[in-house]
């Protein structure tokens, strides 16, 4: 993002003894880049992987959010099956909007679990879910957006609204997700009813369809604007399960 800033002033020179005074006009052009490090270092969710083909589950690495830490912030964090529960996350004197999370090896407040479902002749399909580890927070709105290179032929969309986006002009890799009105645009709090989910099904393009090498993962998930998954994910499940891929 480009900006050009201007100053304007008054410039005293002195010139044979004499000082005289002018008008002054200075010009710099400046050139800003979004970072997300630099904006959140922690992640908004976690990333989850799995597929049909393979019993791993790929999981966001450990203290990605954050780490389980009660010794010295106690209260961080709550077991789900805690008989305490209702009592923490409705203690006197806590603030509404402060996070209390479920106790989990990442800490995120949401996990986007991403699995590779089915695989037909012409057709592929995937599950994701969203799920709300926030024991104090509701997500209205909410929205994903997802980058990989199959959604230039994405079909059907069963339980979600989406909208291809083109960062790139003719490169239509990614697309974003959101709620139905009055029916899943509101991701609850943490609990039975803390999740929202949806099917994608994909028409192969057989220059480019495959299993190996991850490919069917995403590159990229972002989560209300912020980045929860990268490549690093993706590298990470295709060592884990390398050779199993061949269906």
Not at 218 to 229: K, V
Request: proline share 5%; net charge positive.
């Amino acid at each position: 993002m480009a900006r050009q800033l201007h100053f304007l002033g008054l410039a005293i020179a002195l010139f044979a003894g004499i000082s005289s005074v002018a008008p002054l006009a200075v010009t710099w052009n400046v050139t800003c880049t979004y970072s997300q490090f630099v904006a959140q270092r922690a992640p908004t969710c976690c990333v989850s992987l799995s597929s049909f083909y393979n019993d791993t589950i790929v999981n966001w690495p450990k203290c990605s959010c954050g780490c389980q830490n009660n010794i010295t912030r106690p209260g961080s964090c709550v077991e789900g099956n805690s008989p305490y529960l209702a009592s923490v996350v409705n203690e006197p004197g806590k603030s509404s909007m402060a996070p209390l999370v479920q106790c989990t090896p990442h800490m995120c407040p949401i996990r986007v679990h991403w699995h590779v479902k089915l695989n037909y002749r012409e057709y592929w399909r995937v599950k994701i879910t969203v799920t709300n580890w926030n024991y104090r927070m509701n997500y209205s709105q909410w929205n994903l957006v997802v980058q990989h290179p199959n959604f230039d032929k994405v079909t059907t969309i069963f339980s979600f609204n989406y909208k291809s986006l083109n960062p790139y002009g003719v490169i239509n890799d990614t697309g974003m997700l959101w709620g139905i009105k009055h029916y899943n645009d509101l991701l609850m709090v943490a609990g039975a009813d803390g999740n929202v989910q949806s099917e994608l099904l994909f028409r192969k393009d057989p220059s480019s369809f495959t299993f190996e090498k991850g490919w069917a993962f995403p590159r990229r998930i972002y989560f209300n604007g912020g980045l929860g998954s990268d490549a690093v994910l993706m590298a990470s499940y295709v060592v884990t399960i390398e050779g199993s891929a061949d269906v």
